[in-house]
């Protein structure tokens, strides 16, 4: 047994992003399940209190009663086997959005991500928008280098374009020449995508569309439509 993935492109904790949330929090078993904010993202600026108890009003306000914002802001944090136990017993842990490479760095080899991927294989749902989205994907576009870096690996193959409506598209053709045969997953803000098909297809909820980069064409899929990955 598995869980689901959300991704999503930006701009989250309102509008039509309410689409894609709902759906995750539906997976989860509902309105009860245990849900975890991951604000480290959010860390470098200071921001990962404003932004995560943004989160967690978001979420309540969707109808989530047990939504908790976890103290993981760094390598020591995502370390500590406290935030560890939390992570395993929930079932929708949610990554905020933010410094990319600080959030990958934050979890790669950690206790928390460990602890992610055993409640992923035992149901839960893990996802994250824009930043958070990128690092659970193999590959993850680092802006700062402006290079690909090796992401979480939750979703194999595939490197995610947040924002695409606004400033991800920019990123398409240098990274598609950087990661041959690795699919793009353009997402754009207000937009997310899950792993709900019956067999595994990805269905787009929100406001905007998803672009598929693959084998040098591009692919749009507007919501309520599905793609393979």
Not at 144 to 168: A, M, Q, W, Y
Request: charged share 20%.
């Amino acid at each position: 047994m598995k869980g689901h993935l959300l991704l999503e492109g930006g701009a989250e904790f309102g509008g039509r992003m309410a689409m894609a949330d709902r759906r995750a929090i539906e997976l989860a078993g509902g309105m009860d399940a245990q849900l975890c904010i991951i604000p480290a993202a959010a860390a470098p600026d200071h921001n990962d209190q404003r932004a995560g108890q943004n989160g967690v009003r978001w979420f309540k306000w969707l109808g989530a009663r047990q939504v908790t914002l976890l103290p993981v802001v760094d390598a020591v944090s995502a370390n500590d086997r406290s935030n560890a136990d939390v992570l395993r017993g929930a079932r929708f842990i949610y990554l905020l959005g933010g410094f990319t490479h600080y959030l990958g760095q934050c979890l790669a080899g950690s206790l928390c991500l460990q602890a992610m991927a055993e409640a992923y294989a035992a149901g839960a749902v893990v996802g994250g928008s824009s930043a958070g989205a990128m690092v659970l994907c193999e590959h993850y576009y680092n802006p700062e280098s402006r290079r690909p870096v090796k992401g979480l690996n939750f979703v194999p193959n595939v490197c995610v374009i947040p924002h695409h409506d606004t400033f991800g598209q920019r990123w398409a053709p240098d990274l598609a020449k950087s990661l041959p045969g690795v699919t793009l997953v353009g997402i754009d803000e207000q937009t997310g995508t899950v792993d709900d098909g019956p067999r595994g297809e990805w269905n787009v909820y929100g406001k905007g569309v998803v672009t598929l980069y693959q084998d040098g064409k591009s692919s749009v899929y507007h919501p309520g439509e599905a793609f393979s990955l």
